[in-house]
């Protein structure tokens, strides 16, 4: 368990990366307005499933039929990614594609996700033979590791709450990046 979770602690520390520089410095999603909207939509999902695995992992036990409510979170993590392969192609054609480094990171985060799986499957797997229950995490978990994961579920779940934003292209959802309408406009004078 606990090399699970500096696994996905790693994962979110590229993530943040993934996230700060590739989609908000140099893609600029949110300000890209409907054109972003399928991705961002992804993101979004994505976001709040990484919130919901960074805090409690560390602090919880999903025993029982509650082991499987996790599963299909962990799983729906993996659809919605594979979708977000396939949309950001199309989303970051005018861009010139999806950045070089930016795939590399993707695939970086691929093979530690598969990692974090393979390392956290047998606490599934006890936790679903244990009675339905979430329950108080019984395994010590280092206290800068619980701490660190706790930051990542608010800066996630923030994210996420960026891009869930500008996908309903909500006022100023391109802050502070001007929106693609903008920019066009400023262009085309």
């Known amino acids: 368990m606990i090399n699970a979770l500096w696994l996905l602690a790693a994962q979110g520390l590229i993530g ?9 410095w140099r893609a600029r999603l949110p300000a890209l307005g409907g054109d972003a909207r ?9 976001a709040l499933i990484y919130g919901v695995v960074f805090a409690t992992l560390p602090r919880v036990e999903w025993r029982g039929a509650w082991a499987l409510v996790f599963a299909a979170l962990l799983a729906a993590e993996i659809v919605i990614t594979l979708k977000d392969f396939v949309v950001e192609d199309r989303v970051r054609k005018p861009l010139g594609g ?3 480094g930016e795939r590399v990171t ?5 093979i530690i996700y598969g990692a974090m799986l393979a390392n956290l499957a047998p ?38 709450a960026r891009d869930l934003y500008a996908a309903l292209a909500l006022p100023r959802c391109g802050w502070p990046w001007e929106t693609a309408a903008a920019e066009s406009a400023r262009r085309g004078r």
Do not use: C, I, K
């Open 123 to 160: 606490t599934l797997l006890a936790w679903w033979r244990e009675p339905t229950a979430l329950a108080a995490q019984t395994e010590e978990v280092p206290r800068l590791l619980s701490w660190a994961l706790a930051l990542m579920a608010v800066g996630v779940t923030l994210s996420g």
């Open 16 to 24: 943040a990366f993934d996230t700060l520089y590739f989609h908000e």
């Open 98 to 100: 999806v950045y070089r």
């Open 38 to 46: 399928a991705e961002l939509w992804l993101h979004a999902a994505r």
């Open 106 to 110: 993707h695939a970086v985060m691929g």
